[in-house]
């Protein structure tokens, strides 16, 4: 957000009126990377909304669609885990993940202790040879 105050303050000190489609533009431009939270996951890399909380890597309007539905009594099967998996517990009655990465599973596993509704699996991705 620092970067969107710091480029508003770089236009607003020019010496040319901007255009209204101008402000327009910019103020869209303000609204995607700063309270969509694109910058924080940008900077952290690691997706995540404005305030901080993790987000799937979903497209916004997915996101913002699906966090519109009541879910409570859904369940979710993913393949591949992560912010989806900490969001879909937030949201659903049961979330069962499925890891093939072993250092990913670990990490995401500390996040997910205290997750009674998320049955975590790592599958050990195995190739044919």
Same mark, same amino acid.
Request: proline share 3%; net charge positive; charged share 20%.
């Given at each position: 957000?620092?970067?969107?105050?710091? =480029?508003?303050?770089?236009?607003?000190?020019?010496?040319?009126? =901007?255009?209204?489609?101008?402000?327009?533009? =910019?103020?869209?431009?303000?609204?995607?990377?700063?309270?969509?939270?694109?910058?924080?996951?940008?900077?952290?890399? @690691?997706?995540? &909304?404005?305030?901080?909380?993790?987000?799937?890597?979903?497209?916004?309007?997915?996101?913002?669609?699906?966090?519109?539905? &009541? =879910?409570?009594?859904?369940?979710?099967?993913?393949?591949? /885990?992560? +912010?989806?998996?900490?969001?879909?517990?937030? *949201?659903?009655?049961?979330?069962? /993940?499925?890891?093939? &990465?072993?250092?990913?599973? &670990?990490?995401?596993?500390?996040?997910? *202790? /205290?997750?009674? @509704?998320? @049955?975590?699996?790592?599958?050990? +991705? *195995?190739?044919?040879?």
């Amino acid at each position: 957000m620092k970067f969107i105050q710091s =480029l508003f303050g770089k236009i607003n000190s020019g010496k040319t009126p =901007l255009s209204a489609q101008t402000v327009k533009t =910019l103020r869209g431009i303000e609204v995607f990377l700063g309270n969509y939270g694109w910058m924080n996951s940008v900077e952290k890399w @690691n997706c995540e &909304d404005s305030l901080g909380l993790p987000i799937p890597w979903y497209t916004y309007p997915a996101t913002e669609f699906l966090a519109s539905i &009541d =879910l409570s009594n859904f369940q979710v099967l993913e393949y591949g /885990s992560g +912010n989806s998996t900490l969001w879909w517990q937030q *949201r659903a009655k049961r979330v069962i /993940s499925v890891e093939g &990465d072993k250092i990913w599973y &670990d990490n995401v596993a500390q996040k997910l *202790r /205290s997750a009674s @509704n998320v @049955n975590y699996m790592y599958c050990e +991705n *195995r190739k044919n040879t």
